[in-house]
């Protein structure tokens, strides 16, 4: 092999899907970025094949119990590939669907925090907040001595408790102590003393509690006698230390881990002044409350010993919203206010509401608004149960059907009106109580990580909030919901009781590192308690990036999938600098990106085109970013040095009209819709959900509006969490209680409300891009029309491959046999009956004659693209309607029967407003209908600049139907075609959640405070300058934060490198101490043939096996998956 082919991965040949037998030499140690329109051959070459290969290859030398359980992509169609180092692949895809999993678990954040939290925590009493540890005679005796100086060496008693059990006498007791030497007793008969000081509660016994804390000490009402035993009297002062710590001691020993000094007057017999209660165990000796010894188990709710008992651990319990129930509240009961009962099935509950409504004087015909408080409770909870022959209330009602859920229509009937809620025995956190009492660090640092916010109060515990407030440290759900940013700072400062144990100061030293690479990466506004399922594809993607540089892994192949998704312009130079870090440290990076920040930033960008599907798969171009500016052949190179832009302008054509005699400063500022002349807005007051600062939202209808803001200034907060499900319940549909707001106005404005958003259509393969826009019925009509078809008596059906007689029988339809191959790759056999066409032989005799003049079948229709079908099917208007949103959304390069579950998230989003644009053909005027509200997030997902041009136009279809557009977006260009924009910030996480601006493009320009408007400004000059440097605007920038970076490439010579110095050419390792090691350093140069040799037992097998072998294959499996780990265990450090 030569010096240039060691230093590159050589492609020749591949021919994945649609690549045109590429040839390629990607140099190592890199930042590529590769780039194309949508259906170009990105994916293909980066995960089909690069990826594919990589990670076959790597995962191979596994052994075949453990390949089972790890991801495995097929053998990718390439000639050769050489030079390819292990691969990892961080892409954008959330499959995370459990409420269980959290930021904190997905990072192994939680692992760390509950092992910390078992080392190192503080217990405090849940009744008297003291402080509850483990006392040795040393302490106690420290104790006492500084106890006993200040109040002037008086009189000391030394005693320790006595329980008398159940089958003994007070007496038998007292007679066992005495043959054993003590004679006298501070409690029973003839006691010359109280046993506790006059200021003790009056019931000795402690309260029985869960979570581990036990009864421990009879007395008054608790059954049994507790016998107060002398153990020695002394004045410390004069007393010899040997003395008093033999005492301690045994008292500690006879009282099995309790003693109580007390101090007494000089009378005869003495009297007691004061008690000081120790204990050697998790003993709270002033509430007599015993703890049990921490295990990490304690602190994971996802372990039966840690998760709260109501609630399992998931933090939240389902049951029955009454706001579904009752939605309407300016309804009455009569005029139907409980919803479930205006059906014929309850018709009866409706009518016994009324009859008990007259005998009990409930208003029948008064709002339910309006009613008191005393009679809307008398309607939910009822008087008594059915048999009393009284009211029984809605209460009742839903646990009767309850009793009937196994059957289909009553758990679908409950399952139309519940809800999830904080569960009551826990608040939310997930865990018993008693894991909660333990805290860590100072009160001075959890102030300043509170940052005002109070501390989380357990269920149970009997603190004031003024003593809550008052103690020391943070309890873990304390450091649960604080933002990552507010975390790291915690642990930065934080300074445990020295001296630390190995294992704990490593615990310190991981978390420290894991939440610096999160606030890196752009996610500091993130808290460890939010669930994975609710991130989004960017958010997860830039988590996995974290655990790729936690495992500090080199030569290795990343490969990643648009890590720009969801950041703002501002937080882009952060996940610059983490891929940066990653190819210093001796990795290669192949990024698939849009981005121009990030494409400038880049090594090489490889541009793929020049169309998509068959007409895409070819090498447009490959060079340094300065080179493919200057390019006239790459579409990208156009856009890149602004030749080319995206045109802003959306008014839809029913507003043209209005805005006919607009001013010409309106009309040159991108065909802006004067928006405050609308009076159709929809208005929500006082949101307040996560880090919403009780804002109130004016959105426009029949517009487009973007709601902006950088990473968590609470943008999915206020459309995803509190307006789409506060719609959804005035509209009466199930959905998650919405997040807190005061009112909303302006629902009534709108027909319906659509999240289209990039979570998958479904699961099964017969569903594709045809059936979902609705074209395939069509199809099928139209063969079914044919004269051979008719002329055999097919119907429409006879075409379906999912039912009828004319799917093939051998495959049930489906084309292929699914084969489990456990240890390998599961198989998919192409079915040997249809060949994997689906359709008995007879079917697809059945030809049509296309307007184009080719002859096809029904099954050679499902291999066509978008565009070939268009032009087959142009002389049937019926199937052109349909299939022309999916051009209109740029699908075109899509087979209309390729399965739905294989398209990606942003292809999933865009076939999703294809059906959308083609139920809105059907709709006639804007005039004669309200409207539906759509809802996206982040729509530019994995578009190109040109398809970012065609969804502009589908949003243009769907305003000129009468449709409203709310879409959460990045994007630049989508931002300045917008009519309204709502900019939130000015920060992430609880330094966000307000409105910055609201108002058209060129008034969110002029906001000094709005990182949108800088990101716009500097975009819109270098655009109009002709060369794409976006560089900060001077008066607008914030004395916070850095301004937006510029998009100016560095010349090549100074960016272009592939290591960091000494470590980039050698495995470096440092004082290895495994085995019989002494302390050595060795440096293993890469890319070398190393022999390593020695006597037997020398060490040679401790350090190529159990060093480096074993830390190389730990570390590659520290990158994968949690569920892939869980079988396949990583070998444990090495000791260097």
């Known amino acids: 092999m030569t010096?240039?082919?060691?230093?590159?991965?050589?492609?020749?040949?591949?021919?994945?899907?649609?690549?045109?037998?590429?040839?390629?030499?990607?140099?190592?140690?890199?930042?590529?970025?590769?780039?194309?329109v949508s259906g170009s051959g990105k994916s293909s070459l980066v995960f089909d094949t690069l990826y594919a290969e990589?990670?076959?290859?790597?995962?191979?030398?596994?052994?075949?119990?453990?390949?089972?359980?790890?991801?495995?992509?097929?053998?990718?169609?390439?000639?050769?590939?050489?030079?390819?180092?292990?691969?990892?692949?961080?892409?954008?895809?959330?499959?995370?669907?459990?409420?269980?999993?959290?930021?904190?678990?997905?990072?192994?954040?939680?692992?760390?925090?509950?092992?910390?939290?078992a080392r190192a925590a503080a217990l405090f009493c849940q009744r008297c907040a003291r402080p509850v540890q483990r006392d040795t005679a040393d302490g106690i005796y420290a104790d006492v001595l500084a106890r006993a100086r200040e109040a002037g060496d008086p009189r000391l008693l030394v005693s320790f408790p006595v329980v008398v059990p159940g089958n003994f006498t007070v007496e038998e007791v007292r007679e066992l102590l005495t043959r054993q030497g003590y004679t006298r007793f501070l409690q029973g008969a003839g006691a010359p003393a109280p046993l506790a000081p006059p200021d003790a509660p009056a019931g000795g016994a402690g309260k029985?509690?869960?979570?581990?804390?036990?009864?421990?000490?009879?007395?008054?009402?608790?059954?049994?006698?507790?016998?107060?035993?002398?153990?020695?009297?002394?004045?410390?002062?004069?007393?010899?230390?040997?003395r008093v710590l033999e005492s301690l001691e045994a008292a500690l020993r006879v009282g099995r881990g309790r003693v109580n000094v007390h101090r007494v007057d000089e009378g005869d017999p003495p009297a007691i002044l004061e008690t000081w209660r120790y204990s050697n165990q998790l003993h709270c000796a002033h509430c007599d409350l015993s703890y049990r010894t921490p295990v990490p188990s304690q602190f994971s709710f996802n372990s039966p010993l840690g998760a709260c008992e109501s609630c399992r651990g998931f933090g939240r319990t389902i049951g029955i919203d009454y706001g579904l129930v009752i939605p309407d509240d300016t309804r009455s009961l009569r005029g139907g206010a409980v919803k479930p009962w205006q059906t014929k099935s309850y018709e009866e509950c409706q009518e016994d509401l009324e009859r008990f409504a007259k005998l009990r004087g409930v208003a029948l015909d008064t709002p339910w608004r309006e009613l008191p408080a005393e009679a809307r409770r008398w309607v939910i909870e009822g008087e008594g149960p059915w048999t009393k022959k009284?009211?029984?209330?809605?209460?009742?009602?839903?646990?009767?059907?309850?009793?009937?859920?196994?059957?289909?229509?009553?758990?679908?009937?409950?399952?139309?009106?519940?809800?999830?809620?904080?569960?009551?025995?826990?608040?939310?956190?997930?865990?018993?109580?008693?894991?909660?009492?333990?805290?860590?660090?100072?009160?001075?640092?959890?102030?300043?990580?509170?940052?005002?916010?109070?501390?989380?109060?357990?269920?149970?515990?009997?603190?004031?909030?003024?003593?809550?407030?008052?103690?020391?440290?943070?309890?873990?759900?304390?450091?649960?919901?604080?933002?990552?940013?507010?975390?790291h700072e915690f642990f930065r400062k934080l300074t445990l009781p020295r001296p630390l144990d190995e294992a704990t100061a490593l615990l310190l030293a991981e978390l420290r590192t894991r939440l610096a690479y999160l606030v890196d990466v752009g996610l500091g506004y993130l808290t460890l308690d939010r669930q994975s399922r609710t991130l989004s594809g960017g958010e997860v993607q830039r988590i996995n990036l974290t655990t790729a540089l936690g495992t500090s892994l080199v030569n290795t192949l990343f490969v990643l999938d648009e890590p720009s998704i969801g950041l703002h312009p501002r937080d882009m130079q952060r996940v610059i600098g983490v891929m940066k870090r990653l190819r210093d440290a001796g990795n290669s990076l192949v990024v698939v990106e849009h981005d121009p920040q990030i494409m400038l930033e880049a090594d090489r960008i490889l541009d793929l085109g020049p169309g998509a599907g068959e007409r895409g798969g070819e090498i447009v171009f490959f060079g340094t970013p300065a080179e493919i500016r200057a390019s006239s052949g790459s579409l990208t190179g156009q856009y890149l040095a602004g030749r080319r832009m995206v045109a802003p302008r959306i008014a839809p054509a029913l507003d043209r009209a209005r805005t006919a005699g607009a001013p010409a400063a309106e009309a040159a500022g991108g065909g802006v819709v004067a928006v405050a002349r609308s009076n159709r807005w929809l208005e929500l007051k006082g949101a307040a959900e996560h880090n919403l600062k009780n804002i109130d939202v004016r959105i426009p209808l029949k517009r487009l509006v973007c709601v902006?803001?950088?990473?968590?200034?609470?943008?999915?907060?206020?459309?995803?969490?509190?307006?789409?499900?506060?719609?959804?319940?005035?509209?009466?549909?199930?959905?998650?209680?919405?997040?807190?707001?005061?009112?909303?106005?302006?629902?009534?404005?709108?027909?319906?409300?659509?999240?289209?958003?990039?979570?998958?259509?479904?699961?099964?393969?017969?569903?594709?891009?045809?059936?979902?826009?609705?074209?395939?019925?069509?199809?099928?009509?139209?063969?079914?029309?044919?004269?051979?078809?008719?002329?055999?008596?097919y119907s429409a059906g006879t075409f379906s491959f999912n039912s009828g007689n004319g799917r093939c029988p051998g495959c049930s339809g489906n084309g292929f046999e699914h084969v489990e191959m456990q240890f390998l790759s599961d198989v998919y056999l192409r079915?040997?009956?249809?060949?994997?066409?689906?359709?008995?032989?007879?079917?697809?005799?059945?030809?049509?004659?296309?307007?184009?003049?080719?002859?096809?079948?029904?099954?050679?229709?499902?291999?066509?693209?978008?565009?070939?079908?268009?032009?087959?099917?142009?002389?049937?208007?019926?199937?052109?309607?349909?299939?022309?949103?999916?051009?209109?959304?740029?699908?075109?390069?899509?087979?209309?029967?390729?399965?739905?579950?294989?398209?990606?998230?942003?292809?999933?989003?865009?076939?999703?407003?294809?059906?959308?644009?083609?139920?809105?053909g059907t709709v006639l005027s804007s005039t004669t209908h309200r409207g539906k509200l759509f809802l996206f997030d982040e729509p530019t997902t994995g578009l190109h600049f040109e398809d970012v041009a065609k969804l502009l136009r589908a949003f243009r279809k769907l305003l000129s139907a009468g449709h409203s557009l709310l879409v959460i977006e990045h994007n630049l260009d989508v931002i300045r075609a917008a009519d309204w924009i709502i900019d939130l910030g000015p920060e992430g996480g609880d330094r966000g959640g307000e409105i910055l601006c609201a108002g058209t493009p060129q008034e969110i320009r002029a906001e000094a405070r709005s990182f949108t408007g800088q990101s716009l400004l500097a975009y819109e000059r270098s655009l109009g300058a002709g060369a794409p440097g976006v560089a900060p605007s001077a008066g607008h920038e914030d004395p916070r934060a850095a301004a937006p970076p510029a998009l100016v490439a560095e010349p090549e010579a100074a960016r272009y490198r592939g290591g960091n110095g000494r470590d980039a050419h050698a495995v470096i390792i440092h004082k290895a101490r495994e085995h019989n090691l002494k302390n050595i350093d060795v440096e293993i140069p890469r890319d070398r043939f190393t022999v390593i040799t020695g006597v037997s037992g020398s060490g040679k097998s401790t350090l190529a096996f159990d060093i480096l072998f074993n830390e190389g294959q730990r570390r590659y499996l520290e990158s994968l998956n949690a569920y892939a780990r869980q079988f396949v265990q990583p070998a444990a450090r090495p000791d260097v």
């Open 831 to 920: 079915c040997p009956d249809c060949r994997g066409r689906r359709y008995r032989d007879e079917v697809l005799e059945i030809r049509r004659e296309g307007a184009d003049g080719r002859r096809c079948s029904i099954a050679d229709v499902l291999e066509l693209t978008v565009t070939e079908a268009r032009a087959f099917f142009a002389d049937a208007p019926e199937v052109a309607v349909r299939l022309a949103p999916l051009a209109d959304v740029g699908l075109e390069y899509v087979k209309v029967g390729q399965p739905v579950p294989t398209l990606s998230g942003g292809e999933a989003q865009r076939l999703k407003l294809a059906g959308h644009l083609a139920e809105a």
């Open 54 to 117: 990589g990670q076959r290859r790597y995962v191979e030398t596994f052994s075949p119990y453990a390949r089972q359980f790890l991801d495995r992509m097929d053998k990718p169609q390439v000639e050769s590939i050489s030079g390819i180092p292990p691969a990892i692949a961080i892409d954008q895809t959330n499959p995370v669907r459990t409420s269980r999993s959290t930021v904190g678990t997905m990072t192994e954040l939680n692992d760390h925090l509950k092992l910390l939290f």
């Open 3 to 36: 010096d240039a082919s060691r230093d590159a991965i050589l492609v020749r040949g591949a021919r994945q899907n649609n690549l045109k037998s590429l040839d390629l030499d990607l140099p190592l140690n890199a930042l590529i970025v590769v780039t194309g």
């Open 708 to 793: 902006t803001g950088v990473s968590g200034s609470g943008k999915s907060t206020l459309v995803e969490d509190v307006l789409y499900p506060a719609l959804l319940k005035y509209r009466g549909r199930p959905t998650e209680a919405p997040g807190r707001f005061a009112g909303l106005s302006g629902a009534e404005l709108i027909d319906d409300v659509v999240m289209v958003d990039q979570s998958p259509i479904g699961r099964t393969t017969r569903s594709n891009p045809a059936s979902y826009v609705g074209a395939f019925d069509a199809i099928r009509a139209l063969f079914a029309a044919e004269p051979a078809a008719q002329e055999r008596r």
């Open 208 to 242: 029985s509690a869960r979570g581990g804390r036990k009864r421990t000490r009879g007395g008054r009402g608790s059954g049994l006698e507790v016998l107060e035993v002398v153990q020695d009297r002394m004045r410390i002062g004069g007393a010899e230390r040997g």
């Open 390 to 487: 009284v009211w029984y209330g809605v209460q009742r009602f839903f646990a009767w059907l309850e009793t009937r859920a196994y059957k289909m229509h009553v758990r679908v009937l409950l399952s139309r009106y519940r809800a999830y809620t904080p569960c009551s025995a826990c608040d939310g956190a997930r865990l018993k109580s008693e894991a909660l009492l333990w805290r860590i660090g100072s009160g001075e640092l959890a102030g300043q990580a509170l940052g005002g916010s109070p501390r989380f109060r357990p269920r149970g515990v009997d603190w004031s909030p003024e003593t809550l407030a008052a103690l020391p440290g943070l309890s873990i759900h304390d450091l649960m919901l604080l933002p990552v940013e507010r975390s």
